[in-house]
């Protein structure tokens, strides 16, 4: 088989570039710990509103000094649609979904999860500044979809609950 000199230059290229992905993929899993999520629990969607703690949802001061801010997701509203937390606390959100696969986003921080019927989604997020930060659903859910918004009031301590 004859390959012409620019096509080898070609397929070289392709190769150290597949290389170098390959490796990079490697790298984050076995270096940085990447990993796919995983739900941390589960639990009935028939049952939510009845298995704790999705039966109150709301926020939780933990003996660390953390925070549970317990959230469920239905179309088109999330429970409780507004979380008052000091600045500079660290939240850990439990998240689950009564229906339908919903989408929790809040933009400037590292919350981007899927909200899954039957799953419970965890992520722990820090607020560090004293601003309103909204929770936004980013999966189409229905035809309220645009509206299921809600929002973290992060206060100075004083103002805090
Ligand atoms: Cu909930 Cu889109």
Redesign the pocket.
């Known amino acids: 088989m004859k390959v012409e000199r620019y096509e080898r230059y070609f397929l070289i290229v392709v190769a150290v570039f597949l290389g170098l992905a390959i490796g990079a993929l490697v790298a984050t899993v076995t270096q940085d710990h990447a990993s796919l999520p995983e739900p941390s629990d589960r639990v009935d969607p028939q049952l939510v509103r009845s298995t704790p703690p999705f039966d109150a949802p709301g926020v939780r001061e933990l003996d660390n000094g953390e925070y549970e801010v317990v959230i469920v997701?239905q179309?088109?509203q999330w429970d409780p649609v507004e979380v008052t937390l000091p600045v500079g606390a660290t939240a850990n959100l439990r998240v689950t979904s009564v229906d339908?696969v919903?989408?929790m986003r809040v933009p400037d921080t590292n919350v981007n999860a899927m909200?899954i019927p039957g799953q419970v989604t965890e992520v722990t997020v820090t607020f560090d500044e004293a601003k309103d930060y909204s929770l936004i659903?980013?999966?189409?859910?229905?035809i309220?979809?645009?509206n299921?918004g809600g929002v973290f009031h992060i206060v100075d301590e004083e103002s805090a609950p």
Not at 137 to 142: L, M, T, V
């Open positions: 997701a179309a088109w339908v919903h989408g909200v659903c980013h999966e189409y859910c229905g309220g979809h645009h299921m």
